[in-house]
């Protein structure tokens, strides 16, 4: 994954998303050849020779300065996310591509006590490609009930929570709104694609999407950075029905390329006792515990 395309594919897509008058340009001249701002516009808003633009978006310049970045953040009207993102990708494109093999992802023994006193809480890890690196038994009978509860175990064969939502048909019907929780995990993926751009398995998943999942294509060009911390779904369950859940995304600090996913509901509320009924519905010898012990490192106490 070669770290200045990213930089140049966000900067011409967020160009071609500004119209003239969006930034105080009148039209003149001929008619436009070209969607959103022409790169000699976007120069002249930051204060930047068109050269030096041009240059940076083409991948040719990998030595912007922070004051450069934050001339070419304000000309595009980037928020927060959006500018943390842009520092991102400019610091990869710095560095010289690192292709090396990732080691297997494994949870913390820790982590997974936190998992187990979570209680009837549906809750999953996710790594830093979204595959499942462990989940409970109310967050696989929630998010996943039709697979083999046992796959996270298997480095191999792990789910992984993007190809699912692209990829699987269980996941189209299980969200009401299957379009906005797609472009959350789109949001996310481009996050981690700025913290991680040699990844080689990162890249084959965004390959693979982008082969099989046309809806998919269409989102990821339009590069928005969008980080998702805490929303509200409504779930169709095939089991309990309508659920509407809160999944929130916690960080893991002692594995910063973790993220513990936790699944709430409105205390008294109809989805609580749905979640209720469906933790009775799962087995009733309690297999989180059971797969939290599987899950433990040798030696934890």
């Known amino acids: 994954m070669d770290g200045s395309v990213p930089l140049g594919e966000f900067l011409q897509a967020r160009r071609a998303g500004l119209r003239p008058e969006d930034v105080g340009l009148r039209e003149?001249?001929?008619r436009r050849r070209v969607q959103g701002l022409r790169r000699e516009e976007l120069a002249q808003l930051a204060g930047v020779s068109v050269s030096y633009y041009t240059r940076l978006e083409q991948g040719l310049s990998r030595g912007a300065s922070p004051e450069v970045l934050d001339a070419i953040a304000r000309a595009l009207g980037l928020d927060t996310h959006e500018r943390e993102h842009l520092?991102?990708?400019?610091?990869?494109?710095?560095r010289a591509p690192r292709v090396r093999r990732p080691r297997p992802e494994k949870v913390a023994g820790e982590t997974l006590d936190l998992m187990r006193a979570l209680?009837?809480?549906?809750?999953?890890?996710?790594?830093?490609?979204t595959d499942v690196l462990a989940w409970n038994g109310p967050g696989h009978s929630l998010l996943a009930g039709h697979l083999d509860p046992d796959l996270p175990e298997d480095p191999a064969n792990r789910p992984n929570m993007s190809r699912m939502m692209f990829l699987d048909p269980h996941c189209r019907e299980l969200y009401t709104d299957w379009r906005r929780k797609a472009r959350a995990v789109v949001g996310n993926l481009r996050i981690a694609v700025g913290r991680y751009p040699d990844d080689p398995h990162l890249a084959a998943l965004i390959g693979e999407l982008t082969m099989k999942s046309p809806e998919f294509v269409a989102m990821w060009g339009d590069h928005r950075i969008a980080p998702c911390d805490a929303a509200s779904y409504d779930l169709h369950h095939p089991v309990v029905g309508a659920v509407t859940v809160t999944q929130q995304t916690l960080a893991v600090l002692r594995s910063p390329d973790q993220h513990l996913?936790?699944?709430?509901?409105?205390?008294?509320?109809?989805s609580e006792e749905a979640l209720a009924l469906l933790a009775q519905a799962g087995d009733p010898g309690d297999r989180?515990?059971?797969?939290?012990?599987?899950?433990?490192?040798?030696?934890?106490r």
């Open 28 to 30: 003149v001249g001929p």
């Open 87 to 94: 520092e991102r990708l400019a610091v990869a494109a710095r």
């Open 119 to 129: 209680g009837g809480a549906p809750a999953l890890v996710l790594g830093r490609r």
């Open 261 to 270: 996913i936790v699944v709430t509901t409105s205390a008294g509320s109809p």
């Open 288 to 300: 989180t515990a059971a797969s939290l012990r599987t899950h433990r490192p040798a030696g934890h």
